[in-house]
């Protein structure tokens, strides 16, 4: 079993505040996961949300549970689906 990354609250930090001295390491390191996820997509706040949350539960090695069938898009690893 993977890793499961679990940031602190100075990378939450980091990512939240432009200004902080770690900004940038912190929003590479977290975009990296999300914009696997945005790429060739529509720029519909659904999607990006989506996105967000799927690249989160990567990051954190989490599945998302959810009744989006949006989340289809998603490797099953990421996503549990309820219907």
Not at 46 to 65: K, R
Not at 69 to 82: D, I, R, S
Request: glycine share 4%.
């Amino acid at each position: 079993m993977p890793r499961m990354l679990l940031p602190d609250i100075n990378v939450w930090l980091a990512l939240t505040f432009d200004g902080h001295a770690h900004h940038p390491v912190a929003k590479r390191w977290f975009e990296d996961r999300w914009r696997a996820f945005t790429q060739l997509r529509s720029f519909s706040p659904h999607v990006w949300n989506d996105a967000y949350l799927a690249a989160f539960a990567l990051s954190g090695n989490m599945e998302v549970v959810t009744f989006d069938k949006g989340f289809t898009q998603y490797t099953p690893a990421v996503c549990t689906l309820l219907s």
